[in-house]
T-cell receptor
Framework: GEDVEQSLFLSVREGDSSVINCTYTDSSSTYLYWYKQEPGAGLQLLTYIFSNMDMKQDQRLTVLLNKKDKHLSLRIADTQTGDSAIYFCAETRRPSNDYKLSFGAGTTVTVRA | SAVISQKPSRDICQRGTSLTIQCQVDSQVTMMFWYRQQPGQSLTLIATANQGSEATYESGFVIDKFPISRPNLTFSTLTVSNMSPEDSSIYLC???????????FGPGTRLTVT
């Protein structure tokens, strides 16, 4: 995960908003992703954003992309206990048929009552 | 989204043995990917499996250690050969979705080598 970096831990109170941050190095990144991994489970695709977009919203999830700073964030509104998981940022690069993903180290989100 | 299943879901193996992991997808896909997630770590791509051609391996992974088969467009296997404790990981297969650039993962195979 050298090309994609994330903070390792986040603790948030139930009902508050969570913001998970990610930075990437390659300006040719085309799509950026957020995956969720619950304990003992596989990876769930939460959302993704194309590099020509600034923001994408899907229910409680808001993704913000700052291309200039190569910074991606995931905001979870009204965080619930079921949101406790590891969140991975990932990116894919050109050429356009390259589906290979590069992952960050993952941010462990703990929701406390 | 694609429905992906893997077998086995977990296994405990002795060093020096081999384990073959199966990945089944509910739709035909050209590309399938195999990733490794070592304990407490992120995911690392092992190889890309294309139907009808040899798998393409990433730096640090070789065919003798991780042979891959891709007999058709819905199925692939990854073998972890001559295992050592360092191979203890979660192995996941991944496929692109019907919508461009969506990628989905199987539930993973949790391997422990003793």
């Amino acid at each position: 995960g050298e090309d994609v970096e994330q903070s390792l831990f986040l603790s948030v109170r139930e009902g508050d908003s969570s913001v998970i941050n990610c930075t990437y190095t390659d300006s040719s990144s085309t799509y950026l992703y957020w995956y969720k991994q619950e304990p003992g489970a596989g990876l769930q695709l939460l959302t993704y954003i194309f590099s020509n977009m600034d923001m994408k919203q899907d229910q409680r999830l808001t993704v913000l992309l700052n291309k200039k700073d190569k910074h991606l964030s995931l905001r979870i509104a009204d965080t619930q206990t079921g949101d406790s998981a590891i969140y991975f940022c990932a990116e894919t690069r050109r050429p356009s048929n390259d589906y290979k993903l590069s992952f960050g180290a993952g941010t462990t989100v703990t929701v406390r009552a | 989204s694609a429905v992906i299943s893997q077998k086995p879901s977990r296994d405990i193996c002795q060093r020096g043995t081999s384990l073959t992991i199966q990945c089944q997808v509910d739709s035909q896909v050209t590309m399938m990917f195999w990733y490794r997630q070592q304990p407490g770590q992120s995911l690392t791509l092992i190889a890309t499996a294309n139907q009808g051609s040899e798998a393409t391996y990433e730096s640090g992974f070789v065919i003798d250690k991780f042979p891959i088969s891709r007999p058709n467009l819905t199925f692939s296997t990854l073998t972890v050969s001559n295992m050592s404790p360092e191979d203890s990981s979660i192995y996941l297969c991944s496929v692109p979705g019907r919508v461009a650039y969506e990628q989905y993962f199987g539930p993973g195979t949790r391997l422990t080598v003793t």
